[in-house]
């Protein structure tokens, strides 16, 4: 199980910030060339990040590079050195269609791009959420590599003039429709960033309720966001324990054909079988990974 509890944004101009995210405990880190960088830094973030990535100097985190979109001056020469330096996926900005997916496949088949590399595309546009069920449906084209959708709020909101406010009312609509487009296909999807830095336990809260929507994880712009990100996306011990006493409950034979059983107080069916399952494999990844 591949976790992607915190997703850390690092720009790709920031030397100093690249060599630190090789000491942070984020699950994945995202460097950016996009919007973190300047227009005059974006040939130095180019060259810094894909030296990076590169010397492979990450350990075991997953390592994204946000590209600039083909239409800027510098998306294609990103792309290009992106796929030199083989990170583990190219993230897309303003995916707004399944043909901007088309149009990326053709260009990393003609580049000759590793079969290791994914692509992860950014929702973060109104007609990326009008389309997003077709958008999604490009996972079935394996030319496309689309494994993930990633959730850009803030661009969002500047669009659509919707307020970025404390529990995100006015944009809960266009989350979901995104979240279950994603799980209709069998995508990963990552949550938008908390913007105020200073304010940990907004973030913590934010990212509760990513988790209880559906998230896999939140997307991150400060070291400090990692720890509520890490804490929120997990397990409690006390559904890892009812996770196993679900499991050990429809193991026994009495129970092998029996599509509802009563486990404590309360009736399970077969499919929270899955559910206890997926709980119990997820508690053990983040053992395994943060070596408890």
């Given at each position: ?206 990212c509760r ?49 029996r599509a ?33």
């Amino acid at each position: 199980m591949r976790l992607r509890r915190s997703v850390l944004y690092m720009p790709g101009s920031n030397q100093r910030a690249l060599d630190k995210a090789r000491t942070l405990p984020a699950d994945t880190l995202i460097l950016d060339l996009e919007d973190a960088v300047a227009a005059e830094e974006k040939e130095l973030a180019r060259a810094q990040v894909c030296r990076a990535v590169a010397g492979r100097g990450y350990g075991d985190r997953e390592v994204v590079i946000r590209v600039n979109a083909p239409q800027t001056p510098w998306g294609d020469a990103d792309l290009r050195a992106a796929i030199a330096a083989r990170p583990d996926a190219i993230l897309m900005p303003k995916v707004f269609s399944p043909a901007v997916l088309e149009s990326i496949a053709d260009h990393l088949e003609a580049l000759e791009a590793p079969d290791g590399i994914d692509v992860w595309a950014m929702i973060e546009t109104p007609a990326a959420i009008l389309n997003i069920a077709a958008i999604a449906r490009a996972r079935r084209d394996r030319r496309t590599r689309l494994s993930c959708f990633v959730l850009g709020t803030n661009d969002l909101a500047k669009d659509t003039w919707a307020q970025i406010v404390p529990g995100r009312a006015p944009m809960l609509p266009w989350i979901m429709m995104v979240l279950a487009a994603a799980r209709a296909e069998g995508l990963t999807i990552l949550d938008g960033v908390w913007n105020d830095i200073a304010d940990v336990e907004g973030c913590r809260a934010e990212c509760r309720q990513a988790r209880d929507l559906g998230f896999d994880g939140k997307t991150l712009i400060h070291p400090s966001q990692i720890e509520p990100a890490n804490s929120s996306f997990a397990p409690t011990a006390e559904e890892v324990r009812r996770a196993r006493l679900v499991i050990a409950a429809f193991a026994r034979p009495e129970n092998a054909r029996r599509a509802a059983i009563r486990v404590e107080d309360r009736m399970v069916e077969r499919q929270h079988l899955g559910m206890a399952t997926r709980a119990v494999l997820w508690s053990e990844a983040i053992a395994s990974r943060d070596g408890l």
